[in-house]
């Protein structure tokens, strides 16, 4: 089955930097990768998702990116503000109603 | 709409006891999930439903049982509870094959002593 690994575990920037957390896939045949940000105590949330069929997609401050050949897609937040503060989830999904495979998060901290 | 509503918000159990984990979602959504999510480990699923009437393990079903009761309710049980059983469990649901957003209920802080 499918199998995602999320670098780093812990992020920490200053305010204002850029942030970018990476993942890998294992299938190659999985086309869907979204990345979910989870506030302290609260339920994740989708931010932003990407299909196989396109490299990149940007939604103000945040992009992810994705190398289909490599296996590998990022997510990309700029102009880091306290509030990005969380735990950010990739995950990737083959097509069909099979269900999502998480990454095990990286906990983002940005410092005022 | 309420989204998806999870049962209780806290529990704690003794090693040995029974519970049962109620999920309930009001969009119509033909797909949900059981998901734990422990410090470290991520969120990993232990049952899902693709659609009314079918349920499949997910990664971690051992020690769980699921039911899917009707469109809208996707429960999950614990028949004997293990103190590694202590998690926080999250319900989810998706529409389906037209929109992957995943819909997150607020999580079940569950402890076993």
């Known amino acids: 089955g499918e199998n995602v690994e999320q670098h780093p575990s812990t992020l920490s920037v200053q305010e204002g930097d850029s942030a970018v957390i990476k993942c890998t896939y294992s299938?190659?045949?999985?086309?869907?990768f979204p990345w979910y940000k989870q506030e302290l105590g609260k339920r994740p949330q989708l931010i932003i998702d990407?299909?196989?069929?396109?490299g990149e997609k940007k939604d103000q401050r945040i992009a992810v990116t994705l190398n289909k050949t490599a296996k590998h897609f990022s997510l990309h937040i700029t102009e880091t503000q306290p509030e990005d503060s969380a735990v950010y989830f990739c995950?990737?999904?083959?097509?069909?109603?099979?269900?999502?495979?998480f990454g095990k998060g990286t906990r983002l901290s940005v410092i005022a | 709409n309420a989204g998806v509503t999870q049962t209780p918000k806290f529990q704690v159990l003794k090693t040995g006891q029974s519970m049962t984990l109620q999920c309930a979602q009001d969009m119509n959504h033909n797909s949900m999930y059981w998901y734990r999510q422990d410090p470290g480990m991520g969120l990993r699923l232990i049952y899902y439903?693709?659609?009314?009437?079918?349920?499949d393990k997910g990664e971690v079903p051992n020690g769980y049982n699921v039911s899917r009761l009707n469109k809208r309710e996707f429960s999950l049980r614990l028949e004997s509870a293990a103190p590694s059983q202590t998690s926080v469990y999250f319900c989810?649901?998706?529409?389906?094959?037209?929109?992957?957003?995943?819909?997150f209920g607020s999580g079940t802080q569950l402890s076993v002593l």
């Open positions: 439903s693709a659609s009314e009437g079918t349920t």
């Open positions: 299938d190659s045949a999985s086309n869907y």
């Open positions: 995950a990737a999904r083959l097509s069909g109603n099979t269900p999502l495979v």
């Open positions: 989810a649901s998706r529409q389906g094959a037209t929109n992957e957003k995943l819909f």
């Open positions: 990407i299909r196989s069929n396109v």
